[in-house]
């Protein structure tokens, strides 16, 4: 019981957080601590998202899943450093609607989706994508 | 699959897992390892590598950060959300230094 109320809790948590647009002052705080701006969620640093693209051998017809895409980073540049189809998929709509927005602005647009969904429960088919990407989820 | 999760050292006792939990992100309900969560997904885990140096780097720089640029924060999130966000920081820190967390690269296949 105290388990399944934690788990309420945390969802409104997640669901108040990214209710909020990501004010002037905390972009600042990112492009001092980062040296971008990226809409950071986590703690992924520009070179560890790097990293991530190294590990994707992907072609511009694949598909990448990012599970708890939150604002979209890191798997926004994972999907743009392979050309490659990406679907970004989290519980939170607002985290979702943020990602939408900041994909309009960047090279990802157009070869991105965003399906609300729980990452234990994925509605797609079995070997529907050529790599998922995660950041700050699994835990 | 490849990504970063966050999660607690290995060998802690009971006590210290819960410690961890404590001090880890508050979104976080309890801690598996890395094989555990890539098993449970139906993945194989071939690659672990611990960030936690650069994980600390950037949560001491965010703390710092923040805090220098605090009056604009506390006028724009308010006092509450700004003083809840350093002290997860805080914490988090904290469950570094006492070896409780790790933050890892983890790489998994489909067998």
Redesign the interface.
Known sequence: MP?DL??QD?FE??EEKYS?QR????R??ER???GHEVGLD????V??AH??CD??PLSESDRLLDVGAGRGWPGFHVGECRSCNLVSTDVPVGALTQARTAAAARAIRGRCQFVVADGRALPFPPAYFN????????? | ???????TASGLSPAEELRAVDL??????G?AS?DE??GT?GFSLTTQQD?TD??RA??E??LE??EQ?QT??R???GDE?YEDEQAKLRSMLTGIAEDLLR?S???AVKP
């Open positions: 388990a934690d788990k945390n948590r997640f909020r004010s002037s002052a905390v600042e705080v001092i601590v980062l986590g703690y992924t640093t070179e560890q990293t991530l590990l994707f790599g998922i990407v995660h950041a700050d989820v699994f835990c | 699959m490849a990504g970063y999760a966050i999660h880890g992100p508050p979104d976080v309900l801690f890395p969560l890539t997904a960030v650069v994980f950037t949560c720089a965010t950060t923040r640029l604009e924060l006028e724009e999130e959300v933050r690269l983890i790489v």
